[in-house]
């Protein structure tokens, strides 16, 4: 076998490891925030990046809810479909919009901002270069003032 096959075969498998305890403590446990998801798949020996938890989390079709991450359930779900659209995101768990020349500041509910920050950025909409996340804050970055602007027009619709 040769050694990148090898690599990647690992890899897979590692990946396919740490999906399956993801579940797992989505399943037995709460958990509220991505911090504390780390924290728990760290002390099952998985340690990841922010960026690894946010890419299973896309790929597992995690959503947040109320009471903090959970896995789908519903039928339609289950059949493969996408994860809820950026309009029931934004209206559920945005607040509002600031702009600041070609920067937005999208204020949330608390511990929503980064899984709104995954949904943005899986939009992959011209006017957004990239998003960085704290609790309930997301910054959006765009390429320039116009672009921002109308961007932030787009979500107010979103939010109301």
């Not at 998801?37 to 989390?57: E, P």
């Not at 943005?120 to 609790?135: K, S």
Request: aromatic share 4%; with cysteine; charged share 30%.
């Amino acid at each position: 076998m040769r050694p990148e096959y090898r690599r990647r075969v690992n890899k897979d498998c590692m990946k396919q490891q740490r999906h399956s305890a993801i579940r797992d403590l989505l399943v037995t446990t709460t958990v509220t925030n991505q911090d504390e998801l780390r924290r728990k798949l760290a002390s099952r020996g998985h340690h990841v990046t922010q960026a690894t938890l946010s890419r299973d989390i896309h790929e597992l079709k995690v959503y947040k809810g109320p009471t903090g991450y959970a896995l789908p359930t519903t039928p339609l779900a289950e059949e493969g479909d996408d994860l809820p659209e950026i309009k029931d995101v934004l209206q559920n768990f945005g607040l509002e919009v600031r702009q600041a020349q070609n920067l937005l500041v999208l204020v949330t509910t608390t511990g929503s901002a980064q899984p709104i920050a995954a949904a943005i950025d899986y939009e992959d909409w011209p006017e957004v270069v990239g998003t960085i996340a704290g609790d309930d804050n997301v910054l959006i970055i765009s390429p320039d003032v116009r672009q921002a602007g109308s961007l932030r027009k787009r979500i107010e619709e979103f939010l109301t």
